[in-house]
């Protein structure tokens, strides 16, 4: 069982399994590519950088798997459900191998990175393995591949950003893209394969990014997020002035491509936030007021176990920073239920600071040990399963209690919400969201409104994940 909560956005890794659409380019290949994504949005923009290396070597997309000569899987591998979950995917593509021979499967991503070739050479699921940083080599893997060799590229590199390429946005809505600015993690959360997966922590040219995102502004984009493992140690040294950029600059530079283009970011480590950040966020009406704050437990002595560099105390004085600076910021977390030697008292402590940081919303996971990081190498997993279920539902009821006050907080509020698309729900209502990324539905009207429009909304209600409300009448 794994719980998350409703609200998916940018640092959601629970996000599983999505195609990309196809495109009007289907017409003009004659052979297709299919990619599926899971895990962090990272993987979800990497997915967006292999398009781009495809289509410039003869490949369109395609979201009809059996039309595909090519079909790629970007993997995770931060929890083992994530992994089954690949693996059953890569079992039914063999299948679908078998009916249509000449068909090449390939691993991308996470997965590919921890297990290497053990996919290709022992358990024969896939044609080729290729790691984070080895998709520039792709075109050359699948023409290997191609002639019965085996394709295997997992070399992590300590400068590869894909800088220079331009995603190509398939499975977009046109008005909020991700844009990253870094890769590879130097922190080594003792519990997280992510720094053996993806490498050391490496940054992108500034220049790039503010280009980039410029150029989604100009294509009718309203909104990006800046994407990396722990983006408040991003820090570009310009190699021909010797002159270096923080991220609290870069948020800047950002932010004034226009002020109706707005600015998210994730994810912040809470060791490396810094006042600069957030009287950045403050000064800009554009910076969206929210911060996803990992904490992943409530107690310092498994905060210290699992190598955070932080205590409790320290991680609530971010918090009250936060509200200081900024009283209408909202702040979401990680947290983790179970990890190795975990007492009732340290889960209590959780529940407790989860009070105190009065988090509008959570992702909750148990722990799920991962083979070759410290904490599998140095301790026992030794909380029975049941046991981390048990906390992990009280860890989500005690959310779910934070969530509804937090609505009830809003309720006769206004909000400027960008509409994103039509409800799910209803076709006669909007769906849009807050700059504190919550979720608002309200109805169409007799307004000459369209995705992408900004409006005053004011709340009347709530469901679970939902804020309700009205135009207000502007
Ligand atoms: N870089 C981000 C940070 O520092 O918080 C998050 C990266 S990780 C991909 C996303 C979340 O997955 C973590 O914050 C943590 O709560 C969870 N996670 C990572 N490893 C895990 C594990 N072994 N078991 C359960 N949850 C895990
Ligand atoms: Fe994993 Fe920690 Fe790095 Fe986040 S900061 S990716 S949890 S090692
Ligand atoms: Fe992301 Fe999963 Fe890798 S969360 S970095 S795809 S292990």
Request: with cysteine; glycine share 6%.
């Amino acid at each position: 069982m794994e719980l998350y909560s409703t609200d998916t956005k940018a640092h959601d890794e629970s996000r599983q399994g999505e195609a990309f659409e196809s495109t009007p380019m289907e017409r003009h290949f004659d052979k297709f590519f299919y990619v599926e994504s899971y895990g962090c949005a990272m993987n979800f923009a990497d997915s967006e950088v292999v398009a781009s290396i495809l289509e410039n070597n003869g490949y369109g997309s395609t979201r009809k798997v059996e039309l595909a000569d090519l079909i790629l899987v970007n993997t995770c591998s931060v929890r083992e459900k994530a992994e089954q979950t690949v693996r059953k995917r890569l079992t039914e593509f063999r299948k679908l191998k078998e009916a249509k021979p000449g068909t090449l499967v390939g691993i991308l991503g996470c997965m590919a990175e921890r297990l290497k070739s053990q996919l290709l050479e022992e358990e024969k699921l896939v044609d080729l393995v290729v790691g984070p940083d080895a998709y520039r080599t792709l075109p050359d893997l699948i023409a290997e591949a191609g002639t019965g060799q085996k394709a295997v590229n997992v070399i992590l590199s300590r400068e590869e950003t894909y800088g220079d390429i331009s995603p190509v946005r398939l499975d977009s809505n046109g008005i909020s893209g991700f844009v990253s600015i870094m890769r590879g993690c130097n922190n080594m959360c003792s519990f997280c394969v992510v720094p053996f997966t993806r490498g050391r922590e490496r940054s992108r040219d500034a220049f790039s990014i503010v280009a980039e995102c410029r150029d989604l502004f100009e294509k009718g984009f309203k909104e990006i997020t800046l994407l990396g493992q722990n983006v408040d140690s991003y820090y570009w040294n310009n190699p021909e002035t010797n002159v270096s950029v923080t991220f609290a600059e870069l948020l800047e530079s950002v932010a004034l491509i226009s002020p109706v283009f707005r600015v998210r970011f994730s994810t912040s480590h809470p060791k490396d936030i810094t006042d600069d950040v957030l009287h950045i966020m403050a000064k800009y009406a554009n910076i969206c007021k929210h911060i996803h704050l990992p904490v992943q437990s409530g107690s310092s002595r498994m905060l210290q176990l699992m190598n955070r560099t932080y205590t409790r105390e320290w991680y609530l004085a971010k918090v009250a920073r936060i509200r200081e600076i900024m009283p209408d910021c909202s702040i979401t977390a990680d947290i983790i239920a179970g990890f190795c030697t975990e007492t009732e008292e340290d889960h209590k402590q959780t529940i407790s600071l989860m009070q105190i940081a009065q988090y509008d919303l959570s992702y909750m996971y148990f722990y799920s040990e991962r083979p070759g990081t410290l904490a599998a190498k140095r301790y026992q997993d030794d909380i029975p399963e049941l046991v981390k279920k048990r906390r992990l539902q009280e860890i989500v009821d005690a959310q779910w209690i934070l969530s509804n006050e937090s609505n009830k907080r809003d309720v006769g509020k206004t909000f400027e919400v960008l509409i994103e698309g039509n409800s799910k729900k209803n076709a006669d209502e909007w769906m849009g969201r807050t700059s504190q990324s919550k979720v608002v539905v309200f109805p169409k009207g007799i307004n000459n409104l369209k995705k992408g429009d900004y409006v005053h909304v004011t709340v009347s209600n709530f469901t679970k994940g939902t804020l309700l409300g009205a135009l207000k009448n502007n």
